[in-house]
Structures are given as C-alpha cells and as structure tokens.
Nanobody, 116 residues
Framework: QAQLIESGGGLVQAGESLRLTCVAS????????WGWFRQAPGKEREFVAT????????TYADSVKGRFTISRDNTRNTVYLQMNDLQPEDTAVYYC?????????WGRGTQVTVSS
C-alpha cells in the first residue's frame, strides 16, 4: 500500500491559479499511471486528468482541458496539477490515485474553493 498526501489547495477568485501536489510514499511509483480526481459537494468523484508512467501521455476531462496541466516527477514520487483560470465549478476536494484498479486507499485530498 501507499500513503497519498495531497496539498496545495486553497481559496481563490475566479481566473486565478493553483498548483496541487501529490506525494505517494510506501511503494514504487515510477511504473504506474497516475491521475487526479475531484469530488464536489453532493456529487460523485470524477476524473480530472491522468498521466502515464513516462509522463509523455496525458488525458483531461473536457471541463478542464486547456486550463489544467498534469505532470510528474518520478524522482520525487510526486504528481502535480497546475490549474489555471479556475472557475467556481472547479470547487471540489481534489485527490490523486492510480488510474488502474486496484487503487490505493484514498488520501484526505485538498480542498479547492473558487469564488466568483
């Protein structure tokens, strides 16, 4: 198992940016595809972005395409999510995890709140 620690969230105004960080400890990191997910109040957790193990292939939800960028540093067991032009609909708790099942136990996530 791995421990997932997300950070970097906060309260921002629409149009501003945040950079989220996810550190995975406790096991090998570099051979897996990783993703960012989010859960807004009263909604199911949803996919935001994924990155393959080399970092050369990424995918994005349509709602964030062109605004968010996922990246990774395998030497630091870390995945990042650069979020630009944030909008109120991006308000959610953001989590990282493996893309494929079985996933690790979810971390506590990091809260992102965007005011209009």
């Amino acid at each position: 198992q791995a421990q997932l620690i997300e950070s970097g969230g906060g309260l921002v105004q629409a149009g501003e940016s945040l950079r989220l960080t996810c550190v995975a400890s406790g096991r090998a990191f570099s051979s897996d595809d990783w993703g960012w997910f989010r859960q807004a109040p009263g909604k199911e957790r949803e996919f935001v972005a994924t990155i393959n193990w080399t970092g050369q292939r990424t995918t994005y939800a349509d709602s964030v395409k062109g605004r968010f960028t996922i990246s990774r540093d395998n030497t630091r067991n870390t995945v990042y999510l650069q979020m630009n032009d944030l909008q109120p609909e991006d308000t959610a708790v953001y989590y990282c995890n493996l893309v494929a099942e079985p996933q690790f136990a979810w971390g506590r996530g990091t809260q992102v709140t965007v005011s209009s």
